[in-house]
Each structure stands twice: as C-alpha cells, then as structure tokens.
C-alpha cells in the first residue's frame, strides 16, 4: 500500500485552499477552536451587505469568534466556496478572492436570529504564513445577495 504524496509543504497556494476548505468544514461542524485557529490572532474582519454597507466588523478574533458562535448557536449551516483567485504575493503572503455561498437554518431561532440566511459573495482575503501554517489576517465578505427570513416554519 502506497501513502500519498503531499505537496503541501512545498505548495503554499494549496496549503492555502486546503485551509480555506477545512474554514467552510469547521465552522459547519462547530469545530470552534480549529476553526478560531485559522485566523492571526489581530484579524481584521469586515462584512458587506449586497449595497457596500458595513454589517460587522471585527478587529481581533475573539470578538470575531463570540460574535460568529453566538450567532449560530442551535443553528445548521452550509458554507461552500468556488472560484478562487489566489496570488502568492511572497514567501509569506498570499491574497485569495473567493465566491461564496452560505446557508443558515434555525428552527427555532433566539431573539435577534433569523430562521433562514441565505448569502452570496466573495471573500477578499490576505493570508500569512506563520509556524503554524498559513492564518487569515485579513478578510472582507462583499456580500452580492444576502435574503432573510423569519418565518418558523422553515426546517432545517
């Protein structure tokens, strides 16, 4: 039986879209700490809505990560990313945009949750390299549709 060969040491664009990959599987699966992780301790994140208004944003990860499992706390989600456009900017920075799509269901949602989200976008994104791998440090949704509803009865 042969192991398979990984080029991830050798490939920081691949490192990169494997960990924009496991970003989309860990917060879908509440892997909070791989999922925080993922991100420069002094992140700066901002989030868009489809007119270019400012939703959210974060200077640090930990206001990030309480704002991000508050918000899908009992909740089931669905995030996918397409289309990446990746530049290896140097040794130690690479800039990503990404497509996305994402999905948020709660049956029963808390005050101030919707029962449905459902978005569009793209992440703007620069990554840097760290000893512990590529983190994000910064990250800016531009939402193109964002649609909410709160109806009930909508099932996850």
Not at 17 to 33: G, L, P, S
Not at 110 to 122: D, K, T, V
Request: charged content about 25%.
């Amino acid at each position: 039986m042969t192991n398979p060969v990984s080029t991830e040491q050798t490939d920081p664009i691949g490192e990169v879209r494997r960990a924009k990959a496991r970003y989309c599987r860990f917060i879908d699966t509440r892997q909070w700490d791989d999922f925080a992780a993922l991100f420069m301790p002094d992140v700066g994140i901002r989030m868009l809505d489809p007119d270019g208004g400012l939703i959210a944003a974060f200077d640090d990860r930990d206001a990030f990560m309480a704002v991000t499992t508050a918000f899908l706390q009992g909740a089931r989600s669905s995030h996918h990313i397409h289309n990446e456009e990746i530049d290896l900017i140097s040794v130690s920075e690479i800039s990503a945009v990404w497509a996305m799509e994402d999905i948020v269901v709660n049956a029963a949602p808390a005050p101030g949750q919707p029962a449905r989200m459902h978005g569009y976008g793209h992440y703007h994104e620069t990554w840097k390299r760290t000893p512990q791998g590529w983190r994000i440090a910064r990250l800016e949704l531009r939402r193109t549709i964002l649609e909410f509803n709160d109806n009930q009865e909508t099932h996850p």
